[in-house]
């Protein structure tokens, strides 16, 4: 080989060098933009990390092709999703395909608002908001002097298409407007979300409650889970810690479940389980929502494999005495009574707190003992063991107290239980009688 070949060879080296370095460095920068890391991230992943945008995109497009009154267009881009997106996409293009064809079937004159009110509500369904607001306006002009067409979500449409003052000024006259205390509190409430949002686009805390109390508030418009999705999915790019990613992850999940998005919400799972698998107690919140959706299910043997794997693996966290009651109660439905004790009792001896307050459940507590007191209690009930079902509802009264923040509930289970004790006292004394 000559000098020259050698010297060609050993520059095409150093360009390839040059480029591998650049498409690494452009990859390197690009994950650290805030707000796009997740989405690369996503789309590097499992496809069903982001089936979700792929839907929301296809609603949008649909939304604005009924705006500008291309309503065939529309119903082939709704018949296609119906049949190519993933579920549980393509039964919401099914329904709005549905919706759509309804819509078109009222007449469009000027007299008759029917067809309008109907494509309006769609588009906004589809999140199509200046579509939406290109309707109202249409609608608007087609209505009297003394209706409002719509007005009671003319805010959110504003909000959501970027007109954030004109949203404030419309949240203002609702106020002034409104007599109701409720939704007082509820317009204020957005009108502080508004007003704040400037200056919180970063704030991981922020963008929480804004998902919460605007986007799944469910007061103007259905709890709209994609567009939660979206804004959880910006912030997830701007959380410096892995608290605050658990944090915009979990609501994420919630919304994916909401959507019966099994596959996205498993997929998101696993990327906990992967990204976080040092933090025992995120590990062990996903599996014992495994365990739940299973008992849902009725698939009684994987929901017992995934609460026994907390309770063997993961004991330490705050999901174990979920777990251990959930593995009585499953065993308690089988009528596997003595299994159901034996579990139920595992409890007591637990380093279980009784009284961490339920942020997501109505019982402000979780009252594991005396929960497994009372279950216990049931389970030789009906074995007619009635002498040891009064005794564990004795022990629910005495040593393992409900106890709750409402004054009203706290009562209510008092006398329930009083009742309770009484009922088994005859029982038992009857059953004493009976046998000598």
Known sequence: MNMFAKLSMKFEAQLQRFAIRGIVGLIALLFSVPGW???????????????????LASFQKIGALIGEGKYAPAKLELRSGATNLPPPYRVMAAQYLEQLEGALQHSSGKKDHRQLSALLELSAELRAYPAALQLITRLRKASREDEDPQSHSLAWLLLENGQSKAALAQY??????????????????QMELIGQRPANM????????????????????????????KELTRILGCARNS?????VLHLMMKCFSALDDQAGLEAWEDKVLTDFKSDRDACAGVYLDRGLRA????????????????CAEYPDTASDGNAQ???????????????????YTKLFSSPVNDYVVETESSEDMKNYRYKAAMRISECYEAQKDY??????????????KYLSWCKGCLQNVRNDLDKRIKLLEGVARTSVKWVK
């Open 172 to 189: 203002e006259r609702k106020l002034a407007q409104e007599h109701i205390e409720i939704w007082q509190s509820y317009c204020r409430k």
């Open 243 to 247: 608290q605050a990613s658990l944090a």
């Open 295 to 310: 008992y849902g299910r009725k698939n009684l043997s994987e929901a017992l494999d995934f609460f026994r794997k907390i």
């Open 37 to 55: 890391s997740a989405q690369a991230q996503a789309a590097a992943g499992a496809p069903a990390l982001t089936n979700w945008q792929a839907a």
């Open 325 to 343: 009651y959930d593995i009585g109660l499953e065993l308690h439905d089988q009528q596997k009574y003595d299994e159901a004790i034996s579990e």
């Open 387 to 400: 002498a040891r079902a009064l005794e564990y509802a004795e022990l629910a009264r005495d040593r393992y």
């Open 202 to 229: 970063t704030n991981v805390q922020f963008a929480l409650e804004y998902v919460r109390e605007h986007y799944l508030k469910g007061y103007e418009e259905k709890a709209d889970h994609l567009s939660a999705l």
